[in-house]
């Protein structure tokens, strides 16, 4: 049964049926995996939202011109500023990941040095040395980040 607000207004109701599908979780072992995977799902979602959002939102622009109200006026506005919203968490979340990538390659290029300075020196010195200048490097990128 029809909602009589439809009836009035002319307004074709169209429904589809959507099949709601479990994503199956991958489980790592390792948090470079923990964090690839969830970097991964993450674009993916945030991919789906910005399509779902830019088909809503060229539906909601024409339904607009068709039968202009205020509401469907609020509703194409909402949809810009989620699609806006959400393109900006995919850039910060590739800003984000760039940080990590960076501060992983100065780890390893320390421990690197580290191993190969002064192989005959004492391990247990080599070893608070070393965790010394890993938190000393992540503390300058901190710095450089405005963290």
């Known amino acids: 049964m029809k909602p009589k607000f439809v009836d009035k207004l002319g307004i074709e109701e169209e429904r589809e049926e959507i099949e709601l599908q479990k994503p199956e979780i991958p489980i790592s072992t390792t948090p470079e995996n923990d964090l690839l995977n969830d970097y991964a799902k993450i674009r993916e979602t945030l991919f789906k939202i910005i399509t779902r959002s830019d088909e809503a939102l060229d539906e909601a622009v024409k339904s ?47 421990l690197k040095a580290l191993e190969t300075e002064d192989e005959g020196k004492d391990n247990s010195k080599k070893i608070s040395m070393s965790l010394k200048d890993i938190i000393d490097a992540i503390n300058q990128g901190n710095k450089k980040e405005g963290k």
């Open 64 to 110: 607009m011109k068709t039968v202009p109200n205020a509401s469907m006026i609020e509703s194409v506005a909402h949809l810009l500023k989620t699609v806006s919203e959400t393109s900006k968490s995919l850039i910060e979340l590739h800003k984000e990941i760039q940080l990590i990538e960076e501060k992983k390659a100065r780890i390893k290029t320390l």
